[in-house]
């Protein structure tokens, strides 16, 4: 506490990201981070983008950018806003399209960076419950509100909701914006960036955090209507005219542009969360089903918080919330096959004892 904070700081209550240790020989499964490294077209992106043209400023529009962005998706440039990881650009929908005079609806178990925002930008917010099979049921979303978010897999359950429900919650909510936080989509669901030329409410954001293994550059994007897109930039160009660097430019641009190595990680993820999901169930394990690059499980017969304390001691750190209906949870990170085998090893032994 400082008396030369602003009654602003002195009402935050910050978000708190997963642990980034110093230690060396950890199996770090704690933070959705891809195991695989960046595309190696990225990295020789990234590598040729150090040059002397660092001397000036990046392209405050990351044309190149939107342009790989809207080609992936079968878009327009226009439809697309770029932002220094998806956080900020969330950060700008909480402020620029979700503050408005009625509560906004998001699950009471999600995102934990959501009631952050509201807190920020004073945004009022009611939370709606999963239901006891932590799915999000979208009837309970028909209600007046000032906007809706959700993550789609939701986070940290894991959990998917079809496409089909997506759309019955944009036409329930015509009169607001529906932002899709789509961090973990590419890990087994279907975008709505699909549905983004039909919706003018809807709002897609994406990450290359995840399914491009780019979380050390810090890029993500919003999908929508031109105007939705619009209120962004005004936002962006009040704050930080050049939010992404020349280095992160290339490097997202080229990812964005390699798919086949794209669809070979994100198999192998997928094939290896299939894996660990069986073995999981095997020790005990009741597992939510994922299509996201993590698992959500518990153990009727062990402490989540002491099986996480355990687990690190064997050096092998992953998520756990002490958060209410979620408390005897782990989030367990999808590593590579080897990674998740000492996992899967380290929990035999645990449970053992
Ligand atoms: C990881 C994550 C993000 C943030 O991703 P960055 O692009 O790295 O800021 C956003 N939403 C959800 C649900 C996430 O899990």
């Known amino acids: 506490m400082s008396r030369f904070w602003s009654a602003v700081v002195h009402g935050l209550t910050p978000y708190v990201p997963g642990e980034q240790p110093k230690i060396a020989d950890l199996i770090k499964l704690n933070t959705n981070e891809n195991p695989y490294p960046p595309s190696p077209k990225a990295m020789a992106a990234m590598a ?32 697309v806003f770029v932002g220094n990881g998806s956080d900020e650009v969330l950060a700008f929908v909480f402020q620029g399209l979700l503050k408005h005079e009625r509560p906004i609806l998001f699950p009471d178990i999600t995102y934990s960076f959501y009631p952050v925002y509201c807190g920020l930008y004073g945004v009022a917010f009611t939370k709606v419950p999963l239901d006891p099979a932590f799915r999000i049921r979208v009837a309970d979303y028909a209600q007046p509100n000032g906007g809706v978010i959700l993550p789609n897999p ?48 809807l709002l897609v954001v994406q990450t290359l955090s995840k399914s491009r293994s780019l979380a050390g550059m810090r890029v993500g ?43 070979r990680t994100r198999g192998a993820v997928i094939a290896s969360r299939e894996r660990l999901a069986a073995q999981l169930a095997t020790l005990g394990f009741e597992v939510l089903p994922s299509a996201a690059n993590f698992v959500f499980a518990r153990h009727p017969g062990h402490d989540a918080a002491q099986l996480a304390a355990a687990l ?27 990674q998740c085998g000492a996992l899967v090893t380290a929990l035999r032994d645990i449970l053992k004892g």
């Open 48 to 79: 040729a983008a150090v040059n002397e043209a660092l001397r000036l400023y990046p392209d405050p529009n990351a044309d190149a950018l939107k342009g790989a962005i809207a080609g992936f998706h079968g878009l327009k440039a226009a439809q």
């Open 154 to 201: 939701n986070a940290p359950t894991g959990c998917l909701l079809p496409l089909a429900d997506i759309e019955t919650l944009l036409r329930a909510n015509a009169g607001s914006v529906v932002v899709v936080d789509e961090a973990y989509i590419d890990f087994g669901g279907e975008s709505a960036a699909a549905l983004v030329d039909r919706y003018p409410n």
């Open 221 to 263: 994007y919003a999908l929508g209507h031109p105007e939705l897109i619009e209120g962004l930039e005004r936002i962006k160009n009040s704050f930080n005219s050049y939010p992404l660097d020349r280095v992160a430019q290339a490097g997202a641009t080229a990812a964005m542009e390699d798919r086949e190595y794209f669809d």
């Open 312 to 338: 690190r001691e064997r050096k092998i750190i992953v998520r756990h919330f002490k958060s209410a209906r979620i408390e005897q949870f782990l989030r367990i990170t999808i590593g590579t096959d080897e």
